[in-house]
Every structure is written in C-alpha cells, then in structure tokens.
C-alpha cells in the first residue's frame, strides 16, 4: 500500500491516516467520521491521531495506518513504514487484551491506570503488518 497524501481519509468501513514519509510535522484537523471528529499529526518521526480531543493512536517514528476500525472491544489495523515502531494505543484502563500481529498470538497484555497499551511493530522498508486488539 502506499502513504496517505491526504493524512486522514474514509476506507469503507473505517479510516486510514498518516504518512511517515513526510520531511516536517503536518497537521489536520476537523476531519469528520459517522459522527466523530479526528485529528492527525504525521511525519517520519512521529504519528498521532485524536478523536473528539482524546488520544487514539501513536506510533514513534511515524506510520501510515489502513483499515483502522476500533469497537467496544476490538481494534484492528494495518500499519506500515519504513522502520520499526512503537505502536501506543488508548484503550480500557487496567484491562486485559489479547494482542495478535499477521494472526499470530503476541500474548496478553494489560492496560495502565490511563489505558494506554503498547505494542512493537517490526516493519522493515515499506512493509506493512496487520495489528488486532481483543478485550479478553
């Protein structure tokens, strides 16, 4: 796949934003989604989505991100770039989830106090590695 010249856009059912092969940070905001409005900053070094002023995703260095859909109890996202990341994501405080990466068990995980839950993603040039997230 390829980065998202447009940093945030609709890809059917869910949404798809980032480009890490920008040179400086770039910015937009009020992009709108089935009732939602999201947030993105995006560059080589670093990806963050919010969504109605809350933290949803970060990724250090940046990523492009496809197919991210979130539930009450699940994410699932396609994320590639041109180096490994550390993928942090908001979800349930002090909750347990199962974590897969291309389908294979990573483990159990928990959530922090906040509800932060982080995740590395190995992603070699332009390689892209399918994430999903289920509340245990």
Known sequence: MAVID???????EAIGFGNYELGEKTKKDGFEYKGDVYKIKTFNEITKLEKNGMFVYESVP???VHSF?????????????DR???VTLELE??????????????GEMKTNLGGK?????ELESNDQVKVFIQKK
Do not use: C, H, N, W
């Not at 002090?94 to 990466?101: A, D, F, G, P, S």
């Open 62 to 64: 940046g990523t492009t």
């Open 84 to 86: 490994d990341a550390q």
């Open 6 to 12: 447009e940093l945030i856009r609709e890809e059917g």
């Open 117 to 121: 839950l982080s995740i590395s993603v």
């Open 93 to 106: 405080p002090e909750t347990e989830y199962i974590v897969k990466i291309d389908d294979e068990k990573l």
């Open 69 to 81: 859909k979130a539930t009450e109890s699940t994410v699932g996202f396609e994320v590639e770039g």
